[in-house]
Structure formats: structure tokens, C-alpha cells
């Protein structure tokens, strides 16, 4: 089995040239997650770096029709859920938002929104994860190797 591992980034406003810089620097890592606020401008990179496999959901501020709300990504073993946060309230609460990733059966579940890194496993050993705003120097690589996974948190 071979381990995937996931560059994970939310809330650019538009702000491209850390994530770039990440990117460039983590030539190795071939996924790229972007959580959100900012999808229009973050779509560009994909011409930067073709190569890489870019995986989008639309943020609060985003007005992109052709990306989702909320996408599952299948990843050897493991149900990875991909949102924003906003429809589940997680400035207020986690709790909607995991309740939803338990229900669906996830290994893990990734949002942004908040733009504070956060990374907790539930009781139910589901990873909860939020990278933090790349526009604010955060972000956070993600490794799914068989039916585990585990994520690091890192700042610029």
C-alpha cells in the first residue's frame, strides 16, 4: 500500500504566495486541499503546478458554481470529509460538524473558517482537523497510510 500525503490549506482571500512557496517546497507531496475562501484565485495554481491533483470546496466568501459545498475523498482506506465549516457553524460550536462526520462513517473530517489551526482525534477516533488560514502563514499536511491517519500542523 502506498502512503498518500496531502498538502491541506483554507482561507487564502486571494492570497497566493505562501501557498506557492509550500508547494513548491513539498515537490514530494502531489494533493493539494484547499478548504475554502479563495477558491477562484487558488484555481490559477493548478496552471503553476500541473501536476498536482488539486481538491476544492467553496467557502463563505466563494462564488464558484462548479465546486461543492462539502466533498468525501476516498484515500486507501479512508473516508476523508472536505468542507469550509460555515454550514456548520463551527465559529460557535464543533459539535454539528463532527456529529455529521460520525454519522457518515469518516476517518476524518477538515474545515477552515475559524482561520485558528486546530487538530484533535474524537472519541470515536475520527481526525478533526483545521490547517489554519494560509493567510496567516498556517497550514497542515495530511498522511493516510492504509487505514491510518494523522496530520501535522505547520506555520510559514
Avoid: W
Amino acid at each position: 500500500m502506498i502512503m498518500t500525503k496531502f498538502l491541506v490549506f483554507a482561507d487564502s482571500h486571494g492570497y497566493l504566495r505562501d501557498m506557492a512557496a509550500v508547494i513548491s517546497e513539498n515537490e514530494h507531496i502531489d494533493d493539494i486541499i484547499f478548504l475554502g475562501d479563495g477558491v477562484r484565485a487558488v484555481k490559477s495554481l493548478k496552471e503553476e503546478f500541473p501536476k498536482k491533483k488539486f481538491h476544492f470546496v467553496l467557502g463563505n466568501n466563494d462564488r464558484d458554481l462548479d465546486v461543492a459545498n462539502f466533498a468525501i475523498l476516498n484515500v486507501e482506506n479512508v473516508k476523508i470529509g472536505i468542507c469550509h465549516g460555515h454550514l456548520f457553524k463551527v465559529k460557535l460550536s464543533l459539535h454539528e460538524l463532527i456529529a455529521h462526520g460520525e454519522k457518515m462513517g469518516l476517518g476524518a473530517i477538515l474545515f477552515g473558517h475559524t482561520h485558528m489551526q486546530m487538530l484533535e482525534i474524537t472519541k470515536s477516533g475520527m481526525l478533526v482537523l483545521n490547517p489554519g488560514a494560509i493567510m496567516g502563514d498556517a497550514y497542515a499536511v495530511l498522511t493516510v497510510d492504509g487505514s491510518n491517519v494523522k496530520a501535522e500542523l505547520y506555520r510559514i
